[in-house]
């Protein structure tokens, strides 16, 4: 656990960060919460703290959103990060919570006349599905169209959908749930996008297919284009392809790259991982941790060396 948590803008003692009970956040799921990985790399003894800036940019985008006045700049947001994690001296991969939260406590459905707060907080953390290959369903629950909840917007509010779909999946032997589009195209995992392998192409759900435009997703386009010479498709994918798909694959800040062996008790490629995948997650492994030179502009090291 945190040693330390950022709380009413200064740093305090984790058990000290408390929430009053008429919180409005608490009641309506008025807040926006990023998730950020801390990947410790033990030759270095150092965390580097992964694509900070991007997820501060989308924390603010969010805010956006949810009318939540967040003073604090991108900046300012990477140092009280660093600095946090630096007094809580982790020395394992960990993962950091911010959330930018309306904050008076005050009862109504709104967004207008409320204060609003920002808390961080940091906790070890391993792999998040860990499994080594996932076997996934087609969700009962939808992924809701920009104009119900925008899953543009990690706001908390919108994650009953999520834990729905990943509930209903786990209750019945799954790892993960995929969502469909309320019109029926593949959408995304309940905390990942996903990727598949069509024809030695990458191909993924477009912005427009009501997905959170994750930052791992943003990354594997990148190596895959960089390292790999692989273009990436974004377009509406068809459930039926996912059946038919070379390979499959869930990105995410938590679960990382995650093969996906099953949809539908219908096997993908041999069931095992995928040649591109297996490439992709080695690649990605490597970058994440600081050891692949040519990515470090993503690595924010926390500790003086
Ligand atoms: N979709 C959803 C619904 C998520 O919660 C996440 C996790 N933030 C992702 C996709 C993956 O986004 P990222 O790669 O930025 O973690």
Not at 4 to 30: D, N, Q, R
Not at 172 to 179: F, H, R, V, W
Not at 228 to 252: H, I, K
Not at 269 to 284: S, V
């Amino acid at each position: 656990m945190s040693a330390y948590a950022y709380f009413h803008k200064e740093f305090v003692p984790f058990s000290e960060a408390k929430l009053g009970v008429m919180t409005h956040c608490i009641h309506y799921g008025t807040a926006v919460f990023e998730g950020i990985r801390g990947n410790w790399n033990r030759e270095q003894k150092q965390i580097h703290l992964f694509r900070l800036k991007e997820h501060f940019h989308r924390l603010h985008q969010g805010c956006k959103v949810l009318k939540i006045d967040l003073p604090q700049t991108i900046d300012e947001l990477c140092q009280i990060t660093i600095e946090l994690v630096e007094k809580c001296g982790f020395k394992e991969d960990i993962y950091i919570r911010p959330l930018a939260y309306k904050s008076t406590e005050a009862l109504g459905v709104r967004l207008y006349n409320l204060d609003s707060d920002l808390l961080i907080f940091a906790i070890p953390w391993g792999p998040y599905l860990d499994v080594d290959t996932a076997k996934c369903c087609i969700s009962s629950w939808r992924r809701p169209d920009d104009n119900v909840i925008p899953p543009l917007a990690k706001c908390t509010g919108l994650y009953i959908n999520n834990a729905l779909a990943k509930t209903e999946a786990i209750e019945n032997g799954y790892d993960e749930a995929i969502m469909l589009t309320p019109d029926g195209h593949v959408s995304e995992g309940s905390g990942e996008n996903i990727f598949l392998v069509i024809d030695d192409k990458l191909v993924t759900p477009a912005g427009y297919n009501n997905i959170l435009i994750g930052i791992t997703r943003n990354t594997v386009i990148e190596l895959a284009k960089q390292e790999l010479g692989l273009t990436t498709v974004e377009r509406p994918v068809d459930r039926s392809e996912l059946y038919m798909a070379q390979e499959c694959f869930l990105t995410g800040t938590a679960a990382h790259i995650t093969p996906v062996a099953e949809v539908d008790h219908r096997q993908i490629g041999n069931g095992e991982i995928g040649e591109i995948t297996g490439k992709l997650q080695k690649i990605y492994a490597e970058v994440i941790r600081g050891k692949n030179p040519k990515y470090l502009d993503w690595c924010t090291p926390v500790y003086a060396k």
